[in-house]
T-cell receptor, first 111, second 112 residues
Framework: SQTIHQWPATLVQPVGSPLSLECTVE??????LYWYRQAAGRGLQLLFY??????ISSEVPQNLSASRPQDRQFILSSKKLLLSDSGFYLC??????????FGSGTRLTVV | GENVEQHPSTLSVQEGDSAVIKCTYS??????FPWYKQELGKRPQLIID?????GEKKDQRIAVTLNKTAKHFSLHITETQPEDSAVYFC???????????FGTGTKLQVIP
């Protein structure tokens, strides 16, 4: 069966510090991978998605970036965090016309 | 691109009553419409989905209907229970793009 791992679960970072969130998928190959952000009490904002190694589509041109160095690994990064980057970050995998499976999420607080 | 609107934003029902959440979409090429349930502090989880070649789909107390002509789809929950309390998101695929667009969510509260 397929599983998705996301870490860390919580993170408190100072403004201006770098960020690296990692997500890995097991039990499937060539998945579509997604990064979402959810502000408190709000909806799901798509940040990036990838349909293959090295292929990244950006939905939100901010100080965030994503990379997919391996088939089942998806990384979200920032060189300098802003207060507005705080939120609940969710990684997901899926296929066309099938539902997404979300990771357990990372709750990021920028202070 | 696809635009998905969801109503209502909040919904309170008495335990045992039915709840209906409605969504509309803009992209006539959309073919796949999933629904997710997100409990407080947890990840969204897929609860039911429907494809454009089907008008209705049921899974126990949950059903989804799709009207492609009108470009709207709805989630129906019957005999609601307190554990149905959560935020529900609808979504629609974006034609040839390998992603879905989510609605803004409906917070459902089931009152015991």
């Amino acid at each position: 069966s397929q599983t998705i791992h996301q870490w860390p679960a919580t993170l408190v970072q100072p403004v201006g510090s770098p960020l690296s969130l990692e997500c890995t998928v097991e039990g499937t190959s060539n998945p579509n991978l997604y990064w979402y952000r959810q502000a408190a009490g709000r909806g799901l904002q798509l940040l990036f998605y990838s349909v293959g190694i090295g292929q990244i589509s950006s939905e939100v041109p901010q100080n965030l970036s994503a990379s997919r160095p391996q088939d089942r690994q998806f990384i979200l990064s920032s060189k300098k965090l802003l207060l507005s980057d705080s939120g609940f970050y969710l990684c997901a995998w899926g296929r066309v016309n099938y539902g997404y499976t979300f990771g357990s999420g990372t709750r990021l607080t920028v202070v | 691109g696809e635009n998905v609107e969801q109503h209502p934003s909040t919904l309170s029902v008495q335990e045992g009553d039915s709840a209906v959440i409605k969504c509309t979409y803009s992209d006539s090429a959309s073919n796949y419409f999933p629904w997710y349930k997100q409990e407080l502090g947890k990840r969204p989880q897929l609860i039911i989905d429907i494809r454009s070649n089907v008008g209705e789909k049921k899974d126990q107390r949950i059903a989804v209907t799709l009207n492609k002509t009108a470009k709207h789809f709805s989630l129906h929950i019957t005999e609601t229970q307190p554990e149905d309390s959560a935020v529900y998101f609808c979504a629609g695929d974006s034609g040839g793009y390998q992603k879905v667009t989510f609605g803004t969510g409906t917070k459902l509260q089931v009152i015991p």
